[in-house]
């Protein structure tokens, strides 16, 4: 088990510490322009996702390019598409729980509980990561047990 939870910190870390700066200022910065809470927990959210996936995506694809030279192959369209591909097995469940309804609910309530926008907004956000992780994992590790790229 120890082994997995390495992995899975490699895999998602640098993603998660990013978005997670970009999603604090993007929705502290609504909040302040625009006093807005609900606009501020749907574009902080959606700055979330963003750059999480992007992120991710980049180094899958980055890995798979140096596989592909390791093995003597050119990385082609199939090839990305494939990492596509993996990327919505992975995530598309827990993506679309998450943004439809968790992650703006939890940076909605949490900073009004809390009366602190700022502080309320992170903890919100990393209630909804703890829940978004759980199926993205679940996920993970059956494409990784079940497709071979």
């Known amino acids: 088990m120890k082994k997995k939870l390495i992995e899975w910190v490699k895999r998602y870390i640098v993603a998660e510490v990013l978005s997670t700066i970009l999603s604090l200022g993007t929705a502290w910065l609504l909040m302040e322009s625009t006093g807005d809470r609900v606009l501020a927990a749907f574009i902080g959210s959606a ?29 082609k369209i199939k090839s990305f598409l494939i990492d596509f591909r993996n990327l919505i097995i992975e995530f598309g469940p827990a993506e679309l729980l998450d943004v439809l309804a968790v992650r703006p609910f939890f940076m909605y309530l949490i900073p009004t509980l809390t009366g ?13 990561d703890v829940i978004f992780f759980i199926p993205a994992i679940i996920m993970y590790e059956l494409r990784k047990r079940h497709l071979e790229h």
């Open 47 to 75: 700055a979330a996702s963003l750059s999480f996936y992007g992120i991710v995506a980049i180094g899958d694809v980055r890995k798979s390019i140096l596989q592909h030279r390791v093995d003597n192959e050119k990385y």
């Open 116 to 128: 602190d926008f700022l502080l309320g907004t992170f903890i919100g956000k990393m209630i909804a």
